[in-house]
């Protein structure tokens, strides 16, 4: 009870550890997470440390982690949320976790790029097909409209001396088909007319289906077009502009036959290639789903490892006798249960030399360490929020748990609203194994982690809301009021009632419990509570 009140007693530890077990010392260790190590090579950088390659391997495969989480959630497959607590891989087993995370990242890579080639794949079939669609609907009126509407795009063929039948067979008509995206139609056609002087005919027709990105699978619109022109130099001129505009320029057949029979076989090819889509995101679904429900322990073993790898890079290498030197602060109190976790870790690495932890003497001031539980960590995070207290100075936080709910409480004052409070916080205290595991963000972190102090802030106001007579900012009469109207009344000017307190009224008898409803109606009612 006396670390409640004051900060644990702490003490400088040494630690000989033999380098074949001291990744299974501290291993054991950080599962208890009863010692703080200091850092013995100030002056080293990062690439000078013993450890630095194992820590690069880590972040390695913490980086083929990332991919595959943002892969799984792409596909929109839950990650099982299980209170992984896996152990600490051995040393040889690294080897092994590094080849899994690499097979397992090239395969999903070379499942994305194959699923990415289809879906272009797919993606040209569909706009192709929608060409096909429409180009039957555009041929009818396009020679008419060469014709018909050249005084608004360009000179009239009576002006140049030709007649209608002549300007037909000296003006063979061509075309250009392709698909480019809706927002871009307007500036694209604008700017045909201008670099074409009119010459050319444009038709487009929006898509109605809603077409993917294959490479962001973002959804996009797209129209398709058909160009018409006359002559062969105005080739060259719309195809840069359509390559411009990133439009997409698909062959079409002149005949309607040969447009026809293309266009079947589009269809067939459509039809197959969304079979073949179709197996390989099932494939894609198995892969990621057999990684889901392993993910969460891989990455508790991969977090382990590097911090395991961290805490020996803080260690001085003894060169001579081949072993590792570390410091660490430690709670006296724990020092039987340090003591057997390292005998633990030595008996798992099969190591011959013991190690050693000595305690030594320090001018340095010691940490402040102050235990905490389930229910004390959320005030003690308060407290330390102001600032942390000196090495075994008196722990406010005990008296904190009852002042801080109840000053709340005094402020908040209403039966009901505390009431809600207390039941969100009672289903957070009642649920707090499952809702633990569950990423609910920054918002809901705060609200859980400080759910005991939630649960006190509703008790507390329950009590000063009866006490303030205030329910929803409402007030309720429960024993009725002390307050009685003398029969007399005496009429002022204006129609205004004085009432005055019976003279009857006993005063040795207080109200039974919080505050009489009649102040709610008085005018110095704020005066009064306050």
Not at 394 to 412: K, Q
Request: net charge negative; glycine share 6%; with cysteine.
């Amino acid at each position: 009870m006396g670390s409640l009140f004051r900060s644990e007693e702490m003490t400088l530890a040494q630690l000989f550890l033999q380098s074949d077990a001291a990744y299974h010392c501290l291993s054991d260790l950080g599962e208890f997470g009863l010692v703080q190590f200091r850092d013995l090579n100030p002056n080293a950088n990062p690439f000078q440390r013993k450890f630095t390659n194992e820590v690069r391997r880590c972040d390695e495969m913490e980086r083929c982690l990332n991919f595959l989480e943002e892969e799984i959630q792409k596909a929109r497959i839950p990650i099982p949320n299980r209170d992984e607590n896996a152990a600490a891989p051995l040393p040889t087993e690294l080897i092994e976790l590094e080849a899994e995370f690499s097979k397992l990242e090239r395969e999903i890579r070379e499942i994305n790029t194959n699923q990415e080639t289809l879906n272009r794949s797919f993606l040209e079939l569909i706009e192709l097909k929608h060409i096909f669609l429409q180009t039957s609907n555009f041929f009818p009126e396009a020679e008419e409209a060469l014709i018909s509407g050249q005084k608004s795009q360009g000179l009239p063929y009576e002006e140049r001396g030709l007649s209608e039948e002549s300007f037909r067979r000296s003006s063979p008509l061509s075309f250009v088909s392709g698909v480019i995206r809706r927002d871009r139609v307007a500036v694209f056609e604008r700017l045909l007319w201008r670099a074409c002087r009119g010459n050319v005919f444009l038709r487009h027709h929006e898509i109605d289906a809603e077409l993917l990105d294959p490479k962001t699978g973002n959804p996009t619109f797209k129209s398709v077009f058909v160009i018409f022109y006359q002559g062969p130099q105005l080739l060259l001129r719309v195809r840069g502009i359509c390559e411009g505009f990133s439009a997409t320029i698909y062959p079409c057949p002149d005949t309607v036959a040969e447009r026809r029979e293309m266009a079947m076989g589009v269809g067939t090819r459509i039809e197959d290639l969304r079979v073949v889509l179709g197996q390989a995101m099932d494939h894609r679904n198995t892969v990621l789903q057999a990684v889901a429900r392993k993910f969460r322990s891989l990455y508790v073993k991969v977090q382990k490892v590097k911090a395991i790898y961290h805490t020996l890079n803080l260690f001085s290498v003894d060169l001579t006798t081949k072993c590792l030197i570390g410091e660490c602060w430690c709670a006296v109190a724990d020092w039987d249960a340090i003591q057997f976790s390292l005998q633990r870790g030595h008996a798992a690495s099969g190591s011959v030399v013991n190690p050693i932890l000595n305690m030594i003497d320090t001018p340095l001031t010691p940490p402040t360490y102050n235990r905490v539980n389930k229910f004390t960590a959320a005030f003690q995070g308060i407290i330390d929020a102001y600032g942390v207290a000196t090495y075994r100075e008196i722990n406010p936080t005990p008296f904190t748990i009852i002042t801080f709910p109840f000053l709340f409480a005094v402020m908040f004052g209403d039966c009901g609203h505390g009431l809600l409070m207390f039941l969100f916080a009672y289903f957070l205290v009642r649920k707090e194994k499952e809702l633990a595991r569950v990423k609910g963000g920054e918002i809901f972190s705060t609200f859980f982690h400080g759910r005991y102090i939630i649960l006190l802030m509703g008790l507390f106001s329950i009590y000063t809301g009866f006490i303030y007579n205030d329910c929803f900012s409402k007030s309720f009469n429960i024993f009725g009021s002390s307050w009685h109207v003398n029969r007399k009344i005496t009429k002022h000017m204006e129609d205004t009632v004085t009432l005055s307190l019976d003279n009857d009224f006993d005063t040795n008898n207080p109200y039974p419990f919080g505050l009489d409803p009649i102040w709610q109606v008085a005018s110095n009612k704020l005066t009064f509570t306050n």
